[in-house]
């Protein structure tokens, strides 16, 4: 079972628009939550991340929002270039899992000039 | 480079045979996870190192699957009697501990024929 679910494979926008990635998750014991990014023939970079115990993190042109009581968490990029074309993961961690990550299956950004 | 390396970058084996995978972490860095990423998924845990010893391993698919890390630096993934399923890129992750950012590898690409 999916624990971690990014329901949309692929997403286009143009740039200097705004980005939305989601990303639901069904696990209670998630306490932790993390947004990766990955190039072709790289490993995945760590973005962003935020604790449950928070609602929203920001960081320059990210931000990251997450509702606990819908299981649902997102990703803002604003305004997007054309760099930010990649695959974005979301993952989880759980409490006491010692940083093991649970991954979505990611969706891909294409930012368009 | 400062960066985690994985060796060899692409394994082409056929079914049946072992093969070895190869980890090298950022100097200092005492935590260890490998990863393995099929296509169209994201990363799903394999194992989990804190030191020399295997903290968590409870990703590992089956007993044809064996990571070491005997020195508490470098470590081999094994996989033995090589299935086609087996096919996909493994990824290797270190960090200064188990509650920090991971930094990934770019990963081996391993194709069973």
């Known amino acids: 079972d999916q624990q971690v679910k990014q329901n949309s494979p692929s997403l286009s926008v143009q740039e200097g628009r705004i980005s939305i990635l989601n990303c639901d998750y069904t696990?209670?014991?998630?306490?932790?939550f993390l947004w990766y990014k990955k190039y072709p023939a790289e490993g995945p970079t760590f973005l962003i991340s935020i604790s449950s115990i928070k609602d929203k993190n920001e960081d320059g042109r990210f931000t990251v929002f997450l509702n606990k009581s819908a299981k649902h968490l997102s990703l803002h990029i604003v305004p997007s270039q054309p760099g930010d074309s990649a695959v974005y993961f979301c993952a989880a961690i759980g409490t006491g899992t010692a940083s093991k990550l649970t991954f979505g299956t990611g969706t891909r950004l294409q930012v368009t000039l | 480079g400062a960066g985690v390396s994985q060796t060899p970058s692409n394994k082409v084996t056929e079914k049946g045979k072992y093969v070895e995978l190869r980890c090298d972490p950022i100097s200092g860095h005492t935590a260890l996870y490998w990863y393995r990423q099929s296509l169209g998924q994201g990363p799903e845990f394999l194992i989990y190192f804190q030191g020399t010893g295997a903290a968590d391993d409870s990703g590992l698919p089956n007993d044809r699957f064996f990571a070491v890390r005997p020195e508490g630096s470098v470590s081999t993934l094994k996989i033995q009697r090589t299935e086609r399923g087996d096919s996909a890129v493994y990824l290797c992750?270190?960090?200064?501990?188990?509650?920090?950012?991971?930094?990934f590898g770019p990963g081996t690409r391993l194709t069973v024929l």
């Open positions: 696990n209670s014991m998630f306490d932790y």
């Open positions: 992750a270190s960090s200064s501990g188990p509650a920090n950012e991971q930094f």
